[in-house]
């Protein structure tokens, strides 16, 4: 496997024995945010203790649907949870089409199932990247998408992770984004358990397209942080490792 894209996931949801490798009944796959990378979600790791992987996702490919072939390869159990934030919430969906009979439930942190197609915002992102670089498009694309009320070691913890990102990786993560396709037909179709989760201060996508997903899916139930924005795992991690316990417990 590509060192790069496996450096931040955690391994050791099987058992290696002298007779060969255990499969575990249940991981979760935590599934990041753009600009981020899996350290994102370092305090989502103690959820589920050994059955836990949050991969890199930029050298997966350059279409979403490689990035679900390929996060999916590393996982082992027969039942998976899926965790995504954002861009990985679009993932975490593709996941779900691939693997129906064993993905139980999702998490979809800020992420919407269908894609409006904004070319303007596509080639801004783009050019901002190539032409002013990672830490200005950081401040001008996602550093807005943090609660006003986000604690200072949240916004810190937030800009480390994005600015040691390249600015390349990042931008075949922008495109992945708004390349991906529209997947209502999984939300409204997957049987198990769907928590759509949104900070109350978040606009990508906000609160009102949140609760409208969570009215799609068949088992849909919207949790609205207070005092959040965007990044959830980072600025209000108690909360959100809350709602993954009970997702865990129902799947």
């Known amino acids: 496997m590509e060192p790069a894209a496996l450096q931040h996931a955690q391994y050791s949801s099987t058992v290696i024995a002298q007779w060969g490798v255990v499969?575990?009944?249940?991981?979760?796959?935590?599934l990041h945010a753009l600009p981020l990378?899996?350290?994102?979600?370092?305090?989502?790791?103690?959820?589920?203790?050994?059955a836990t992987l949050a991969p890199t996702l930029y050298d997966f490919g350059d279409h979403i649907e490689s990035w679900a072939e390929k996060a999916?390869?590393?996982?082992?159990a027969k039942r998976l949870v899926v965790v995504g934030c954002s861009v990985g919430g679009s993932c975490a969906l593709e996941v779900a089409a691939l693997a129906p009979?064993?993905?139980s439930a999702l998490v979809l942190i800020g992420s919407k199932a269908w894609r409006r197609r904004d070319l303007v915002y596509h080639s801004s992102a783009l050019q901002i990247l190539e032409e002013e670089g990672l830490e200005l498009a950081w401040w001008k694309s996602w550093s807005p998408l943090l609660s006003k009320k986000a604690s200072p070691e949240a916004i810190e913890e937030t800009k480390e992770i994005a600015l040691r990102q390249s600015p390349e990786?990042?931008?075949?993560?922008v495109r992945v984004f708004h390349t991906r396709p529209s997947r209502e037909d999984v939300l409204t179709s997957f049987s198990g358990p769907v928590a759509i989760v949104t900070g109350s201060e978040d606009i990508a996508p906000g609160v009102e397209i949140s609760r409208k997903q969570a009215d799609m899916a068949r088992?849909?139930?919207?949790h609205v942080i207070p005092d959040c924005g965007h990044y959830v795992p980072i600025e209000k991690?108690?909360?959100?490792?809350c709602i993954i316990r009970r997702v865990l417990e129902t799947a």
């Open 23 to 30: 499969e575990t009944e249940m991981e979760l796959l935590l």
């Open 37 to 50: 990378d899996g350290t994102m979600w370092a305090k989502q790791m103690v959820l589920l203790p050994g």
């Open 72 to 76: 999916l390869s590393l996982t082992t």
């Open 101 to 103: 009979d064993r993905v």
């Open 169 to 173: 990786k990042v931008a075949r993560g």
């Open 219 to 222: 088992r849909g139930r919207l």
């Open 237 to 241: 991690p108690e909360v959100l490792n």
